[in-house]
């Protein structure tokens, strides 16, 4: 498969996105990005690498790392994780408050932050040091050494990070926070702040596309099953009250992130990553979905 002939194709075709849609205006480090910055990367499980445009310039990967953070909880806990947080599509933006209090403050699924602020408190109960031994879990499966935090935007995401805030004392209230609610809240802000690039991001992902054996040493990430099951969540809550439309659209398990990144599994093939910072009004990379449209459109190959 010649990868790049297809990027190149398709953006030709993507110039009118260049200008729709705006840049995450919440924090400085975000709506400082050049709004025009446009990569793409995809691996393919027998590592061939693939990419286009801005692939190698690092980004904010925000909500993305929800997914990283939903695996190692996954790993730990088994199937006890789903006590405290669902998995039902929400229907609802990523930060509502309004469906938590319905739900008695169980999460619709750990994608919205309401679960992922439960995933992070989870994790937080079984290891020592979270934020280290976190981001040293991500780089052993992207087989990346230097990914890391971005520490001023952590800084940042915790002083304008009142929903959130909101967020896990409605859950505590609930009893479905067992920690100190700034010690969770500081390794949400952190996960939000892993930088990446596309070439990194579709890397991380890989295992996912691999039945949860990270490709690079081999090892068993998660089981088979429980990849398959992240990749639910993935394909019915990725892009929260726009989950219908990604997976109508493109066909493929996938992520964003306020940052303007997506990455798209195709489970024993590839893990795709895209770069745009402009979003729609749901919080999901406009020119980043049309791309991954037409690319699934054009190789026609989808999971469905
Ligand atoms: N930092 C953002 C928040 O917590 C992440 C949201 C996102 O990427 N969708 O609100």
């Given at each position: 498969m010649k990868y790049k002939k297809n990027f190149k194709n398709i953006n030709s075709h993507?110039?009118?996105?260049?200008?729709l849609g705006t840049v995450a205006s919440y924090i400085p480090e975000l709506s400082s990005?050049?709004?025009l910055k446009f990569g793409i990367h995809l691996t393919t499980i027998t590592n061939k690498h693939f990419s286009f445009g801005d692939s190698d310039e690092k980004f904010s990967i925000q909500s993305i790392s929800k997914v990283l953070s939903l695996v190692l909880a996954y790993k730990l806990e088994d199937e006890y994780l789903w006590n405290r947080v669902g998995?039902?599509?929400?229907?609802?933006?990523?930060?509502?408050?309004?469906q938590l209090e319905h739900d008695l403050g169980?999460?619709?699924?750990?994608?919205?932050n309401a679960g992922a602020l439960v995933i992070c408190d989870v994790l937080v109960s079984h290891l020592k040091n979270p934020k280290q031994e976190f981001i040293e879990f991500v780089r052993t499966i992207s087989n990346i050494e230097t990914i890391d935090y971005c520490n001023r935007i952590a800084e940042s995401e915790k002083s304008a990070g009142y929903r959130n805030a909101a967020l896990i004392n409605l859950m505590k209230s609930y009893g479905n926070?067992?920690?100190?609610i700034d010690v969770v809240l500081d390794f949400y802000f952190h996960l939000c702040s892993i930088e990446m690039t596309c070439k990194e991001l579709s890397q991380t992902f890989l295992f996912l596309a691999s039945y949860?054996?990270?490709?690079?040493?081999?090892?068993?990430?998660?089981?088979r099953s429980k990849s398959k099951r992240v990749n639910a969540i993935m394909q019915l809550c990725?892009?929260?009250?726009e989950a219908g439309e990604f997976s109508f659209k493109v066909g493929l398990p996938g992520k964003s992130g306020v940052g303007g990144g997506i990455v798209a599994i195709h489970p024993n093939k590839y893990s795709i990553a895209v770069w745009s910072p402009r979003l729609n009004i749901k919080g999901n990379s406009y020119k980043g979905i049309k791309f991954l449209e037409l690319f699934t459109s054009e190789t026609q190959v989808s999971i469905f």
């Open positions: 993507l110039g009118e996105f260049d200008n990005v050049d709004p998995v039902e599509p929400s229907g609802t933006p990523f930060n509502s408050l309004i169980i999460p619709r699924n750990p994608l919205i926070i067992h920690n100190d949860g054996v990270c490709p690079f040493t081999n090892e068993v990430v998660i089981s990725g892009f929260y009250d």
